[in-house]
């Protein structure tokens, strides 16, 4: 049976509706290759994330590129302007803390070694942390997670640094990615989406096959694509994704290509830097691959509110609740992404988060809580030889 097919189950009738827990988290980050004003990108869409949330009483998790802040901190005598960006980046974090959010860690490893010259950053890194050897990945986990540590310890000393998100989600395969982050006290990692695949010259991901899609799980320590059979030291706790119907992503690409459009004629005749998208796609071959395609088989999308319009946000809570129900679990812990540097749709993320707030069986959770209730058994974790779940 197809995905799509089993997405069209009916819940189970009579059953009470179980507890949605539902992660809001952000990758708080400049452009991967350290473009972008950081006050535009990060500083103001935290803000503005902040006092949505405030409004609606929602508990978050922002995943900082930790890299990046060491790294503006190893050039920080360079130039003020650094310096200032650091201490503000330190300064909205701590913030966010203390308005009762959570901060976890999300690292680039392309920052391992950046040059700032004339004002920009040269990060000729290799982008995957799979590509950097064990002692390499190793010392920038520890590094960046000892950094959130020393900068939140002092506002509150139980706070300990507990999940992990990958850079551009490249977790798996690997041989002692998963060790490493237990041995350094990480105990869930919120980076394997099923159905995600990549490839191009940075970047190869495979996430096709994954055996658990929904549910917490103990993963094979050298492949977090599959489940283990026994309890491990760090659990995963998949990233939400979800399946788009073709009406509402045929709108959305349309949509999406006007705004290219637009950017690129402004592009065309400003100073604003060309994005560097696409070039290597035919006009043709583009438009079959973003407008056609889609439209013809429902298009699998990564639960990221930077990237979906509010039908869509629509449609993911829907499948989500459907999956919840076909689990027949009370409790079901559920991680959703966002990218406050992208985020164009802002009345669409305000409406969605009102709507969560309100929704009886929906309750915000931070990834610290989530880390607890996986320990504490409120969560349950899969292993191997338990059942497996419908997909999405
Ligand atoms: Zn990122």
Known sequence: ???????????????????????LTH???LRGDGSGDIEQIQFAPLRRLLDIYKTFGA??????????????RRFQKRSDDLKRNADLWDEHARDAYAAGHDIQLHLHSQWSDA?????????????????????????MIAESKRYLEELLQPIDSHYRCVAFRASALALAPSLHLLSSLADLGIQIDVS???????????LQLDYRNC???????????????YVSDKREPIAC???????GSRREVTKQNLALASAR??????????????PQLDTQTSGVARVYEKLIAPALKRKHFVSDLSRLNYPLMREMLASIRRRARASGLAQIPVVLTNHPKDIRDWDAIERFVGELAEAVDVEFITLSELAEGTKSGEFEVRIASQQSLPSA
């Open 211 to 225: 055996e658990e899609t929904f549910l917490p799980y103990y993963p094979r320590l050298d492949d977090a694509r």
């Open 1 to 23: 049976m197809t995905d799509t097919l089993k997405d069209q189950r009916p819940a189970t009738a009579g059953r009470t509706d179980p507890k949605i827990h539902l992660a």
């Open 237 to 243: 706790v998949p990233l939400n994704h979800f399946y």
């Open 261 to 274: 459009v637009t950017r690129r004629a402004k592009a065309s005749t400003g100073p604003a830097t060309r």
């Open 192 to 202: 394997m989406a099923a159905g995600f695949y990549l490839n191009n010259e940075t």
């Open 115 to 139: 040059r700032h010259e004339k004002g920009k950053w040269h990060l000729p890194g290799a982008w995957s942390l799979l590509k950097h050897d064990l002692d390499s990945a190793k010392q």
């Open 59 to 72: 508990r978050t998790t922002f995943l900082p590129d930790v890299m990046q802040q060491i790294t503006f």
């Open 27 to 29: 990758d708080w980050e």
